[in-house]
């Protein structure tokens, strides 16, 4: 990486703030298509919440770490078979160095070491990221979690029409503190994939760009909406969205929220064994047993916005 220049800059994830300083612009680019924000200068930033350097060290890792795998050592040490993450978040700001050895990572590769790593930082700082979006409505905040194609933009874009406050369309940070649920957005774009758009809007004068490979057009929500990004705003109700043959709504027991929400961190996250993994369905067992949490299934044609609308006022299903 000796051919990119060194810079430093901040990162808004969620209300969190992380002010980076990387031996090379590459790796403050990868953070901020990570997590779907903007890349920022530190000095009219808001104040960091955590400090981040990254540095280039070429040679083989000191520790020997299985493929997938981490290592996690009582000093703070968080150890991949690429990087390796140095952590102080006892005391003032939490601190984190990164040291990266490998310096023939593909593009996709380097993103994934950096995602692991800083999640698992994240988490221990009571953040967790989430693949969704999020609402406010009559002061109620709603999470709609789902894969790609789930109906999360759409279903934001509806609310977002009738009135709601728009906190995210796709990336969401949840920050628990043993006591009370926290959300805040990452991004201050939302995503429209071709039938939403000819459902909701009609026709957007924007090019289709593909994002994941589907085709969505991508527009700033505070253009059209209310928004409210990096925010953090107490959590109330948790859907588990799908597409399927009509509209429903079905309460979820606290154990079927907890292996989903597990489901949704697997793919950016490394569990250290089997304390590591235990501990994290503990923090998700209080999570969910805290919020109510549905399961959301929504029709290919959106009819059933409606109803999730009135089901929000508390009017009924």
Known sequence: MTDAQARTGALRIGSLCVHV????????EDLAAIYCTALLDTRGSPSAGLYLSIVDAPGPPPVRVPVDGMILTPDGGLH???????????????????????????????????????????????????????????????????????????????????????????DVFLNYNGKTCAVSGCDETMRIMADAEAQLFGRLDVPATLFGGIPKKQIATADRFAAEPYVDHDLDRMFFSRVG???????????????????????????????????????LADIAGKVDAYELTLSRDFTGLDRLFTFLKGVGN
Request: charged fraction near 20%.
């Open 80 to 170: 991949t078979e690429a990087m390796f993450a140095q952590t102080a978040l006892e005391g003032g700001v939490p601190r984190a160095q990164f040291t990266v050895f490998a310096q023939d990572l593909t593009p996709d590769e380097r993103q994934i070491y950096l995602v692991v790593l800083l999640n698992k930082i994240l988490f221990r700082m009571g953040y967790m990221r989430l693949h969704a979006s999020a609402v406010a409505l009559d002061d109620k905040v709603s999470v709609f979690i789902g894969d790609r194609g789930a109906g999360k933009s759409s279903t934001c874009a509806f609310l977002a029409g009738r009135g709601a406050l728009v906190l995210a369309d796709d």
């Open 245 to 283: 043959a009509s509209y429903s709504v079905r309460p979820l027991t606290p154990g079927h929220v907890v292996m989903r929400l597990m489901n949704t961190l697997i793919p950016s996250n490394r569990f250290a064994g089997a304390g590591d993994h235990a501990q994290t369905l503990d923090y």
């Open 21 to 28: 300083d990387a031996t090379c612009d590459i790796y403050l």
